[in-house]
């Protein structure tokens, strides 16, 4: 599963090398309300094809129409602003007078082609591309981003920053790593997995992540986690995901969470206590890992886990009735904590 906005690339490249003209909007800034960030992405094919959003639906409308009755006929990079007055606001969806700027790229050529080839391949290959647009040649350049890096737009020139800025670990190739692997890329997180064991690893076929099978104490510390870090342990095997919990809890990583029923993360906390891991440290763990949303299946959980997940990333403090440690009631589940992170031990 790619992320929108690779998607939204990999499908402008694609229809260039069919012949196709193309014109790549971007969000450069909101005021106010808005309903997609800054570097939100669309593209719209000069047929009236559309991938990618910037606005939910309003604006691409606006915007197909414009191709429809006018093709697209941009000589160079262009700025547009949506939704400055309130009747346009009200027009055009935004929330109560949001404003957002866009910049309309044209797509001509085998020269825009090959670039935009250029930069797939650097953010396939995992690394993070800042890439600068010239607004009065249409000329863009590749180069070297941080995680921190964000959208400048100055009029002159338009840089992004693509590929992924998060990193997230996963100890075991299991099925539910599987579900949640494939979610987690889509979400725009580089994706390792870990797993020594060779009768999982030899049948591991996912799809944008990167799969090692050294040991996951050793892992965790060639990785330097960071505070855009993620790990999650889903072995159910103490000897190989209290390895990794016992150092990722030491780092800045923003999430370190571990599947299991009540009584077995109270179990897994006592012996984290006997490597030397602190309260504070151990205080850090999500434990049985996930929101309450009565899941079942591993695709359920996989889900239950990443929502945890992204709340953590986005500094959001889920309600009482939503967090596994808290819920009082609950529908179905294993016991083992198997089936669901949510059990009644």
């Known amino acids: 599963m790619d992320s929108v906005d690779l998607e939204v690339l990999k499908t402008a490249a694609h229809w260039l090398d069919a012949g196709h003209r193309a014109l790549l909007v971007t969000v450069v800034k909101t005021w106010g309300s808005s309903p997609r960030p800054e570097g939100s992405m669309l593209a719209l094919r000069d047929d009236a094809r559309a991938v990618g959003s910037v606005s939910g639906g309003c604006i691409e409308d606006d915007l197909l129409e414009r191709v429809r009755r006018h093709g697209i006929a ?32 044209p797509l001509k050529g085998e020269r825009e082609a090959r670039g935009l080839r250029a930069l797939l391949d650097a953010i396939e290959s995992g690394q993070l591309v800042a890439r600068t647009l010239s607004m009065a040649t249409g000329d863009a350049t590749l180069g070297p981003a941080r995680a921190t890096d964000g959208v ?59 799969l090692v099978r050294t040991m996951p104490d050793d892992t965790v510390l060639d990785m330097k986690l960071d505070a855009r870090s993620a790990v999650i342990a889903l072995t159910h095997d103490p000897k190989l995901d209290d390895l990794a919990l016992m150092e990722a809890l030491k780092t800045p990583a923003f999430y370190v969470g571990a599947l299991g029923s009540r009584r077995n993360d109270a179990a897994r906390r006592e012996r984290l206590r006997e490597f030397d891991v602190s309260d504070a440290e151990i205080a850090r763990l999500r434990g049985p890992a996930g929101v309450y949303i009565g899941s079942r299946t591993p695709p359920e959980i996989a889900l239950s886990i990443l929502a945890e997940l992204t709340a953590a990333k986005h500094g959001v403090r889920l309600p009482a009735h939503c967090d596994i440690r808290e819920a009082k009631t609950w529908r179905g589940g294993e016991s083992a904590g198997c089936a669901t992170p949510f059990a009644r031990a």
Do not use: K, M
């Open 74 to 105: 941009l000589a160079r990079p262009e700025a547009v602003q949506y939704g400055v007055l309130a009747d346009e606001a009200h027009r055009f969806g935004l929330p109560c007078g949001g404003t957002i700027e866009l910049v309309l790229e």
């Open 152 to 210: 400048r737009f100055d009029g002159a020139h338009l840089r992004t920053v693509h590929g992924p800025r998060y990193r997230l670990l996963v100890i075991g190739a299991g099925q539910l790593s599987r579900y949640l692997c494939e979610i987690a890329a889509g979400l725009d997180y580089r994706v390792i997995v870990c797993d020594p064991r060779e009768e999982y690893v030899d049948t591991w076929n996912v799809p944008g992540t990167t």
